[in-house]
């Protein structure tokens, strides 16, 4: 139990810390938009924390590059291989990303240095890499960029579904190459 608690509480303050960043990132010249609070982010990490924990365990010996999927609340979704929700954007209308700077602070790209792998229900044949300005890769899946959020303290959350943010939405990525816009039920519980 005291290992329990412990891990809810260092989530709760790395959300705490990491939902200031992206409120004040919120704000920017790009396009702005709503992320949730101190409070609801605190509470998700709070209530997500043991399934955080199975995913966690999950992805294995998996190496950086590689893209896995597993089934929970919003359908079967694209996780890295550290078990973090992959996330669309519906403002990348290309396989080149839109998301740049503050957003790129709230929105990590996945980004590799070598060909990325498909893991267990992930189809290679969507999988690739575009360029980002800064020369880096993003990985893509069915044509469009993958992003982690700085709002998923933990491995599996999904607190990013949804999210109006920097001039568009984010949604996970299904396995078949389409995004999943169903609202999650239980907001920041994770697979």
């Known amino acids: 139990m005291t290992s329990y608690r412990t891990r809810v509480l260092t989530a709760v303050s790395a959300t705490v810390l990491i939902a200031g960043a992206v409120t004040a990132c919120s704000g920017s010249d790009n396009g702005g938009?709503?992320?949730?609070?101190?409070?609801?982010?605190?509470?998700?990490?709070?209530?997500?924390?043991?399934?955080?924990?199975?995913?966690?365990?999950?992805?294995?010996?998996?190496?950086?590059?590689?893209?896995?999927?597993a089934k929970g609340p919003l359908g079967t979704i694209l996780f890295d291989h550290k078990g973090r929700t992959l996330y669309v954007f519906d403002k990348d209308k290309t396989s080149k990303s839109t998301c740049e700077g503050a957003c790129a602070t709230a929105w990590p790209p996945f980004t590799v240095t070598s060909k990325p792998t498909a893991g267990t229900g992930v189809k290679s044949?969507?999988?690739?890499?575009?360029?980002?300005?800064?020369?880096?890769?993003?990985?893509?899946?069915?044509?469009?960029?993958?992003?982690?959020?700085?709002?998923?303290?933990?491995?599996?959350?999904?607190?990013?579904?949804?999210?109006?943010?920097?001039?568009?939405?984010?949604?996970?990525?299904?396995?078949?190459?389409?995004?999943?816009?169903?609202?999650?039920?239980?907001?920041?519980?994770g697979y």
């Open 33 to 69: 938009g709503s992320a949730p609070s101190n409070a609801e982010t605190a509470s998700a990490a709070a209530t997500s924390a043991p399934q955080a924990a199975e995913v966690a365990a999950s992805p294995s010996a998996s190496s950086p590059a590689e893209v896995t999927s």
């Open 125 to 189: 044949s969507l999988l690739s890499t575009s360029t980002r300005s800064d020369g880096k890769k993003q990985v893509t899946y069915h044509g469009h960029p993958l992003y982690r959020f700085s709002g998923d303290p933990q491995p599996g959350n999904t607190n990013g579904q949804g999210v109006n943010a920097f001039g568009a939405k984010w949604y996970v990525m299904g396995t078949d190459g389409k995004q999943i816009t169903k609202k999650s039920q239980n907001p920041g519980t």
